[in-house]
């Protein structure tokens, strides 16, 4: 008997044309040269932190900023939400419900402790900061997530000297990350195709020479801190996960 898909495999860019928004900073999207996507690149070179052509345009522009609008309508809300929802789960690499709700129940707790219930999106930021697999690419390390996590599950990541294979797992202060010598010349490879860019969070020190990660404190986000490379309504997200 032959066994059919149930449902067809996109490709990860084409998730991307989707919400018109580089939202995991892929190189590769601006190699493509089809007519079809000259649009896209258009608006992508535009809110583009890397293009030294664009530097005017992000600098004095206030269009390059992201205001929903129409909040009043339902059907607009629901399509800034289904966005949303798209964006957060790509950035942090295809996330599933349970693990969200799970996160989003455990902000909540944090931050009834310290009775603000406005830090409750902070401590849900600070979670996935956290993630073994995010931080490999904070470090840039990594050209996207998919990539630390094939790192992790083929054996090549270890913490305090110890191989791990979940890529979900939170780092700890003064954890060390290091790879084995097989993924070394892979780790090079990324670096020198990475823009690194934006820089990496200050709770982490990397030795890019001996191709090391050392969690130096606890990951610390204000309120008004984004670190997600479009705009992202937090509240609004949790509010969709919390049941």
């Known amino acids: ?62 269009n390059v900023y992201y205001v929903p609008k129409y909040n009043n309508f339902f059907s607009r809300n629901f399509k800034q939400n289904l966005n949303n929802k798209r964006s957060f789960k790509l950035f942090y690499g295809n996330l599933l419900r349970k693990n969200l709700k799970k996160n989003v129940k455990t902000a909540k707790i944090l931050s009834s402790k310290v009775r603000n219930e406005f830090h409750s999106r902070t401590f849900f930021k600070e979670l996935y900061e956290r993630r073994l697999d995010v931080i490999i690419v904070r470090s840039h390390l990594a050209l996207s997530v998919m990539n630390a996590r094939q790192l992790i599950s083929h054996g090549h990541v270890f913490i305090n000297n110890s191989r791990v294979n979940d890529a979900s797992i939170f780092v700890n202060e003064g954890d060390v990350i290091t790879f084995s010598k097989k993924s070394h010349k892979l780790l090079e490879y990324y670096i020198l195709n990475s823009d690194l860019w934006p820089l990496p969070p200050k709770h982490l020190q990397v030795s890019y020479k001996l191709l090391q990660i050392q969690m130096i404190s606890d990951v610390k986000l204000t309120n008004d801190s984004n670190v997600f490379s479009t705009w992202l309504n937090v509240s609004t997200l949790m509010e969709s996960y919390r049941h």
């Open 1 to 62: 008997m032959i066994s059919k898909r149930k449902f067809r495999h996109k490709p990860i860019y084409k998730k991307l044309t989707l919400l018109r928004k580089n939202v995991q900073n892929r190189s590769k999207l601006f190699k493509f040269k089809r007519r079809k996507w000259a649009f896209l690149l258009l608006q992508l070179s535009r809110i583009s932190k890397t293009d030294k052509r664009n530097c005017y345009y992000k600098f004095y522009d206030q």
